[in-house]
Nanobody
Framework: QLQLVESGGGLVQPGGSLRVSCAAS????????IAWFRQAPGKEREGVSC????????YYKDSVKGRFTISRDNAKNTVYLQMNNLQPEDTALYYC???????????????WGQGTQVTVSG
């Protein structure tokens, strides 16, 4: 059974950094593409980043390029999203999700975590 658990969210000031984690159980994480999505209250869920299986190719939403980095630690069966220079517009509930391959659409992901809250406020 596929299960994903996010952690590492919190409250930071603008310009600060956080690293959120996505821990997998019930499957080998590197057998799947893992994506990060986020959703703010009253807004649509949007794709933030994705890392492909095996070759570790990575993809990013334009607004986070140069600030966010996705990575995978196979020994810990965990995917990370390092978020630097955080801005108020990054405030959202961050979810990780698993699929056969990377996609910009949440519809293509069948397994989801419950999310971790990231709040950026001065």
């Amino acid at each position: 059974q596929l299960q994903l658990v996010e952690s590492g969210g919190g409250l930071v000031q603008p310009g600060g950094s956080l690293r959120v984690s996505c821990a997998a159980s019930g499957f080998t994480l590197d057998s799947y593409a893992i994506a990060w999505f986020r959703q703010a209250p009253g807004k649509e869920r949007e794709g933030v980043s994705c890392i492909s299986r095996r070759d570790d190719s990575s993809y990013y939403k334009d607004s986070v390029k140069g600030r966010f980095t996705i990575s995978r630690d196979n020994a810990k069966n965990t995917v990370y999203l390092q978020m630097n220079n955080l801005q108020p517009e990054d405030t959202a509930l961050y979810y990780c999700a698993a699929a056969r391959g990377c996609s910009r659409s949440s519809v293509d992901f069948g397994s989801w975590g419950q999310g971790t809250q990231v709040t950026v406020s001065g």
